[in-house]
């Protein structure tokens, strides 16, 4: 008796043709599109894909001499020695300290300042200020840190100077720890608010004319037309802002944190990013470093699907 060889049925891959032919249609229809989004694709496969195979030292003793194939594989030994290291617990909550610092003060600055300059009226007037605003975010911190003790330094520091003029002590700004915190996220504000508008000044520009119109014939001034028309309008752009954000909540900015540090504020100072550079980079455990960053990366990935199901079940847009 002759076996029956079963053919393939029809249905089931008729579909999968189906949906590649729409795609292609569909690259073809908007070629030009995919053309330009092209240097971020790439950017995104070579810069943020193909470096997760270095991921794979987290589970690794890194030999530089056997290579990343060579090495030892130790398991879970680096993320046990980060989460029993003693000072784990303080480098957690100097980071969401100071996360949480930049959410509550610094998050809503530039919707603040976004909404302001979209009250000016005199177009080039409001053009001056954009620009001035958006100046110190191409400062490197170097710049920003040293401007900083120019201003606040106990020796050299103009404010202190001041204050010992009119009779007043030394108030040691950058080596207190209680200011520390405050100091990271006012630095963080005057750098950055201004180019935080950008996207919510374009947001603000694709609201209907017509409506703030109507507003005037209802007779609602300013701040009522920015309570019910203008924040509605970019509440989603708010929401999708915050969600990534939350992200980045266990990112603090390194450079900033390094450049700030000192013996008398490491206590406060001390988060995962300067962690990882004096391990992994100063010590050469090259595993531990990348451990720390792949511990990061699952914290951030965690909180933004959190944030995203809680939004969508308020019945706002999320990110997906």
């Given at each position: 008796?002759s076996q029956?060889?079963?053919?393939?049925?029809?249905?089931?891959?008729m579909?999968?043709?189906?949906?590649?032919?729409?795609?292609?249609?569909?690259?073809?229809?908007?070629?030009?599109i995919?053309?330009?989004?092209l240097?971020?694709?790439?950017?995104?496969?070579?810069?943020k894909?193909?470096?997760?195979w270095?991921?794979?030292?987290?589970?690794?003793?890194?030999?530089?001499?056997?290579?990343?194939?060579?090495?030892?594989?130790?398991?879970?030994?680096?993320?046990?020695?980060?989460?029993t290291?003693?000072?784990?617990?303080?480098?957690?909550?100097?980071?969401?300290?100071?996360?949480?610092f930049?959410?509550?003060?610094?998050?809503?600055?530039?919707?603040?300042?976004?909404?302001?300059?979209n009250?000016?009226?005199?177009?080039?007037?409001?053009?001056?200020?954009?620009?001035?605003?958006?100046?110190?975010?191409?400062l490197?911190?170097?710049?920003?840190?040293?401007m900083?003790?120019?201003?606040l330094?106990?020796?050299?520091?103009?404010?202190?100077?001041?204050?010992?003029?009119l009779?007043?002590e030394?108030?040691?700004?950058?080596?207190?720890p209680?200011y520390?915190?405050?100091?990271i996220?006012?630095?963080?504000?005057?750098?950055?608010a201004?180019?935080?508008?950008?996207?919510?000044?374009?947001?603000?520009?694709g609201?209907?004319?017509?409506?703030?119109?109507?507003?005037?014939?209802?007779?609602?001034?300013?701040w009522?037309?920015?309570?019910?028309?203008?924040?509605?309008?970019?509440r989603p752009t708010?929401?999708?802002?915050?969600?990534?954000r939350?992200?980045?909540?266990?990112?603090?900015?390194?450079?900033?944190?390094?450049?700030?540090?000192?013996?008398?504020?490491?206590?406060?100072?001390?988060?995962?990013?300067?962690?990882?550079?004096?391990?992994?980079?100063l010590?050469?455990?090259?595993?531990?470093?990348?451990t720390?960053?792949m511990f990061?990366?699952?914290?951030?990935?965690?909180?933004?699907l959190?944030?995203?199901?809680?939004?969508?079940?308020?019945?706002q847009?999320?990110?997906?």
């Open positions: 008796m029956v060889t079963a053919l393939p049925d029809a249905s089931l891959t579909p999968a043709k189906k949906s590649r032919s729409r795609l292609w249609i569909s690259v073809k229809q908007y070629k030009t995919y053309l330009l989004a240097p971020g694709i790439l950017y995104f496969i070579l810069f894909f193909v470096p997760m270095g991921l794979l030292l987290a589970f690794k003793q890194y030999n530089p001499y056997a290579g990343f194939s060579g090495s030892e594989w130790v398991g879970f030994k680096y993320f046990h020695e980060l989460f290291d003693r000072n784990f617990y303080i480098m957690l909550r100097n980071t969401f300290a100071i996360n949480l930049s959410l509550a003060f610094m998050f809503p600055v530039p919707i603040l300042l976004a909404l302001m300059l009250e000016i009226r005199h177009e080039v007037f409001k053009r001056v200020n954009q620009s001035i605003v958006y100046v110190p975010h191409f490197s911190w170097v710049v920003v840190v040293s900083t003790h120019f201003i330094s106990s020796e050299v520091g103009i404010i202190n100077k001041v204050l010992m003029q009779g007043f030394r108030i040691a700004f950058l080596s207190n209680n520390f915190w405050g100091l996220t006012a630095q963080s504000m005057w750098k950055e201004g180019w935080g508008t950008i996207i919510f000044l374009a947001a603000i520009a609201v209907d004319p017509q409506r703030y119109e109507a507003a005037v014939v209802d007779g609602a001034g300013r009522r037309q920015i309570w019910h028309i203008t924040l509605p309008a970019i708010i929401i999708i802002l915050l969600i990534l939350l992200g980045h909540m266990a990112d603090v900015g390194f450079e900033q944190l390094l450049l700030m540090m000192n013996p008398l504020v490491n206590s406060v100072a001390e988060v995962f990013d300067t962690y990882a550079y004096s391990i992994g980079i010590k050469g455990q090259v595993s531990v470093g990348i720390v960053g990061k990366g699952v914290v951030g990935l965690v909180l933004v959190m944030s995203n199901y809680v939004v969508k079940k308020m019945g847009e999320g990110i997906y």
